[in-house]
């Protein structure tokens, strides 16, 4: 079973930076497509940003393009969510999914294609 387990959040305010990471509990050392979402209170999870399991090919929702990056660092086994230029509308709890059982080049923008979630990591802009 695998467990990913998000960092990173924090308070900040507008225009600012936050770098979130996600990796399997316990060391165990995966191959693994992933998935970003966020789900703000009241509203549906959102697909954020996902990659492919040998990080070569990368997508992003519109609403953050040029601000978002996600990477991955298999070495440290871990998946990462740069988030620049941080607007108020960015707040949600940011959840990682990953997907074991996936072609090397594949990628999944539907939660539904992710297999284990992480709890999350809350992100609060202030304006």
């Known amino acids: 079973q695998v467990q990913p387990v998000e960092s990173g959040g924090g308070m900040v305010q507008a225009g600012g930076s936050l770098r979130l990471s996600c990796a399997p509990s316990?060391?165990?050392?995966?191959?693994?497509?992933a998935g970003w979402f966020r789900q703000a209170a009241g509203k549906e999870r959102e697909f954020v940003a996902a990659?492919?399991?040998?990080?070569?090919?990368?997508v992003y929702d519109e609403s953050v393009k040029g601000r978002f990056t996600i990477s991955k660092d298999d070495a440290m086994n871990t998946v990462y969510l740069q988030i620049n230029s941080l607007q108020p509308g960015d707040t949600a709890v940011y959840y990682c999914?990953?997907?074991?059982?996936?072609?090397?080049?594949?990628?999944?923008?539907?939660?539904?294609?992710?297999?284990?979630w992480g709890q999350g990591t809350t992100v609060t802009v202030s304006s």
């Open positions: 999914g990953m997907r074991t059982d996936t072609g090397s080049s594949m990628y999944y923008i539907a939660s539904s294609d992710y297999h284990y």
């Open positions: 316990g060391g165990a050392h995966i191959y693994y497509a």
């Open positions: 990659i492919s399991r040998d990080g070569g090919t990368t």
